[in-house]
């Protein structure tokens, strides 16, 4: 025993790659499978909601695309710049998303460690790594494409061999951010340490922005402009998509090719297909060969990595002086003592989540993200002044920034406020059995959750009227709206995350992703096409001159929004309560 | 069989191993002790060459961790203090995947098999989830699949997390079976008892070096305290400095 004789030698690269296919397939096959054997009804959902969603994007590209080359002269010319325009952007968000999912994947994953000490060689482990976070994240482009691309080709009146060269332009087109976004994964582990890296991508992030902001600003024209000089204006207006038609963009390769092959021009099509094959050839094969090699170095040094800042002696003196600990009272505490009349325990309760929020990255980061965005496109209303005196845009416009509002406050309520009660975990006992007890665990976290969103909701409906010039009826008709909801959807969410919680995952993600967030999810989308279609239809504002309001069924809308939300909010919410009371640890 | 030279870690300012030399023969049971942070579980890191020495170097088996990476593997097993498993597999398709692994034969995944599995008392669990084990569970399924392949060296990190006292004796005498048969193992443990009880060799290890290496009764002796060896750790490891100048030897590197 235990002699070199006894010992085989190491299996080959080859094999090991393919023993971790066949081990991780069978894991992948038994996570999706394990889904319907345990509710049908969730695979129903989802499917359904699959289903939907494929349907309904399709239909909206197909409206879109025949809405756009219907223009006169100008509809191909347009429809093509959307097509390379929107390749060149899924292709930057590829490679961010892989960048971040490769990282993970090779140095934040157990299974990395684990066959770090196994016979693997780091080659064979990076291959099978890379094959692993470009699945990951590229399934979602595919998803989000395939019906924009179906609606192009029906739009175009293609034959099925478009469809057969899109998929392999895909195919290959989703390699190229894969190698590019682990090759900088790797290179940043290797010499990036993590805080050096936040201060770099927050650097970067702002002067991104900056650069879109000095780069997309709003022109004014004048009314000669507007009406007389139609092809100057549309000029300048592409002149500013321009870098999506740079060549060198792997991008540019597969919409030329698409397009080429859409308008019959195969030997184009073929040509801008070969240069996109061998560039996918080329990295590919840097990436399968080459790459591997510096992984284990980077491995290495993301865990053996010091602060990136003691090499600064500042740096050292601030952390030896945090390490002389005068036992303070924390920020957040300092900060919750201005409201006395807040009792003790639901304080420390309520200061508890909070920090609990702030110090996951990936939460407030996704917030920010989520809202920062819908912030963005509400402030940039105001540079659309002349087109928003018309009352029919007004209107439309206002409902619709209700909508999208509502629609980020159901993913923010599903992804942050639904897995709270589950985030608890294993400790659940620690609150529960608490003086404070476990009903008023529940109802906190509603009531922090609803304040927190609220704030978020309110001030961007407001600055949403602010910018369209509504007069203060409608805008407290919007902020009344958007309060019903948030407060609806925040009931929504922490009643399901009671009903359904789970206990033993740690990553709220996951916790999302059974059956009470998938359901959540469902329900808040339905409430709101619901509550916002009611309120369109039952407005108590004429749409159109000629149309005046029904006082009728302005009653019949606003009650029907004011029931339904009673119903989706307190239900649950009631529910979720009598089963904390009756709760076994 | 382990050779130790050298070793050093440096994350930044902080030196998390200091130089340190060791060799650890072929067959023999080396417990490492220490406090939080004293360095075991880097030096672990470094032996199975997770991360890198800052300096020196690492032998296992004849074979260097740096340049010869896979020769090493091959002949070595690592269980962490919460192991890798994968979840939706049952814990037998799991032994046959690290038999795979190790390019065993057929033959000998069904022996090692065969052997360990009735030992390790995992027959019922074969085949459920491993998603659905107890720790205790899990941590055996690891110990017995890092077996398999009869490595030549065992590095193993607090084994006995989970496990009830039944399969904890289990573990011991499984693994100094083993090590009477030629496995060298290398075990870090915060259990002085388990270490008492198994280890042909014990080292202490406080701010990166270690500051004592020896039978559990050398320990004794000179950290001149002739009962318990918690005593002797606490008496070793509280002023290491006011010690080692006056009482106890330096450090051998080999028995």
């Not at chain 1, 923010?412 to 007890?437: A, N």
């Not at chain 2, 440096?10 to 417990?31: H, I, M, Q, W, Y």
Request: net charge positive; with cysteine.
């Amino acid at each position: 025993m235990s002699d070199s004789q006894n010992t085989p030698p190491p299996l080959g690269d080859g094999r090991a790659l393919r023993l971790l296919l066949r081990v991780n397939g069978l894991q992948a096959w038994r996570k999706l499978t394990s889904v319907g054997e345990k509710s049908k009804l969730l695979t129903l959902v989802i499917a359904t909601f699959l289903g939907g969603y494929g349907l309904v994007t399709y239909l909206l590209f197909y409206k879109g695309l025949d809405f756009l080359r219907g223009f006169p002269g100008i509809g191909d010319l347009l429809m093509e710049r959307m097509l390379f325009l929107l390749f060149a952007v899924l292709f930057l968000l590829l490679l961010f998303s892989n960048l971040i999912i490769g990282y993970t994947s090779l140095f934040r994953n157990k299974e990395s460690q684990f066959l770090l000490s196994a016979p693997v060689s780091s080659d064979t482990l990076f291959r099978w790594k890379f094959i692993e976070s470009t699945l990951v994240a590229s399934w979602a482009f595919v998803f989000l494409i395939a019906p924009m691309l179906i609606a192009y080709g029906n739009v175009r009146g293609v034959d099925a061999s478009f469809y057969l060269l899109t998929t392999t332009l895909v195919a290959g087109f989703i390699i190229l951010p894969s190698v590019f976004g682990s090759w900088c994964a790797v290179t940043l582990a290797r010499y990036m340490d993590r805080r050096a890296f936040q201060i770099a991508a927050i650097f970067g992030f702002v002067i991104f922005v900056f650069g879109i902001r000095l780069w997309m600003q709003p022109e004014q024209l004048n009314d000669e402009a507007i009406e007389f000089r139609v092809l100057a204006v549309l000029d300048r207006v592409m002149s500013k998509t321009e870098f999506s038609q740079f060549p060198a963009l792997p991008s540019y390769w597969l919409s030329s090719s698409v397009q080429n092959w859409a308008d019959g021009l195969r030997v184009s099509a073929r040509f801008y297909m070969y240069v996109l094959c061998a560039n996918v050839m080329f990295f590919g094969m840097l990436a399968w060969t080459r790459t591997g090699r510096y992984f284990y170095e980077a491995s290495s040094s993301v865990h053996s990595r010091a602060h990136v800042f003691g090499q600064w002696e500042w740096f050292r003196n601030w952390q030896a002086h945090r390490a002389a600990f005068s036992y303070p009272k924390g920020f957040m505490e300092r900060v919750f003592q201005l409201l006395p009349w807040i009792r003790p325990d639901v304080r420390a309760l309520v200061i508890k989540d909070v920090r609990m929020f702030w110090r996951d990255t990936t939460q407030w980061g996704q917030t920010l993200v989520l809202f920062g965005l819908l912030a963005v496109y509400i402030l940039n209303l105001r540079h659309f002044t002349r087109q928003l005196s018309n009352p029919f845009w007004q209107h439309i416009i206002s409902y619709l920034n209700l909508f999208a509002c509502s629609l980020n406050l159901a993913t923010l309520t599903t992804r942050f406020v639904f897995p709270q009660f589950s985030l608890e975990g294993k400790r659940v006992w620690i609150v529960g059995m608490s003086p404070l007890g476990l009903v008023k665990v529940v109802k906190t976290k509603f009531a922090m959750s609803t304040i927190g969103s609220l704030i978020v909701t309110l001030g961007l409906i407001f600055l949403s009227c602010h910018f369209l010039k509504l007069d203060w009826q409608r805008t407290a008709y919007f902020v009344g709206a958007i309060a019903i909801m948030t407060v609806t959807m925040n009931a929504l969410a922490i009643g399901l995350g009671v009903l359904f919680p789970n206990f033993k995952e740690d990553n709220p993600g996951k916790i999302v992703s059974g059956f009470g967030g998938t359901f959540c999810l469902v329900l808040s989308f339905l409430y709101i096409v619901s509550s916002v279609g009611m309120l369109a239809i039952g407005t108590p504002w004429v749409r159109r001159e000629n149309i005046t309001a029904d006082p009728v069924s302005v009653t019949i809308s606003i009650g029907g929004f004011i029931l339904l939300s009673m119903l989706l909010g307190w239900l649950p919410f009631r529910l979720a309560l009598r089963k904390t009371r009756d709760f076994e640890y | 069989m382990i050779e130790l030279k050298n070793l050093t870690k440096r994350f930044g300012d902080l030196t998390a191993v200091n130089n340190v030399s060791l060799t650890v023969p072929k067959g023999e049971f080396f417990c490492v002790l220490g406090p939080n942070a004293a360095g075991k579980t880097t030096t672990i890191k470094m032996i199975t060459g997770l991360i890198k020495p800052t300096e020196g170097s690492v032998n296992i088996a004849g074979f260097d961790v740096q340049s010869e990476p896979l020769q090493v593997r091959q002949r070595m097993s690592y269980v962490p203090d919460f192991p890798f498993l994968y979840e939706k597999l049952t814990p037998w398709e799991f032994m046959r995947f690290i038999g795979q692994l190790f390019n065993l034969s057929e033959e000998r995944v069904q022996s090692a098999s065969r052997e360990l599995i009735p030992r390790f008392n995992l027959e019922p669990f074969l085949r459920k989830p491993i998603e659905g084990l107890s720790h205790g569970t899990r941590q055996r399924v690891a110990i017995a699949a890092a077996l398999m392949h009869e490595p030549e060296v065992f590095v193993i990190d607090e084994p006995m997390v989970g496990l009830d006292p039944f399969h904890a004796r289990v573990v011991k005498e499984i693994l100094k079976e083993r090590s009477v048969a030629g496995m060298t193992v290398f075990m870090s443990t915060h259990q002085l008892s388990v270490a008492e009880q198994v280890a042909d060799r014990i080292g202490i290890i406080n701010h990166g070096r270690f500051v004592a290496i020896g039978t559990a009764d050398e320990l004794r002796h000179w950290s001149g305290n002739d009962s318990l060896l918690e005593d002797s750790f606490l008496a070793i490891t509280r002023e290491e400095a006011n010690i080692t100048a006056e009482r106890m030897p330096a450090p051998a590197t080999t028995p």
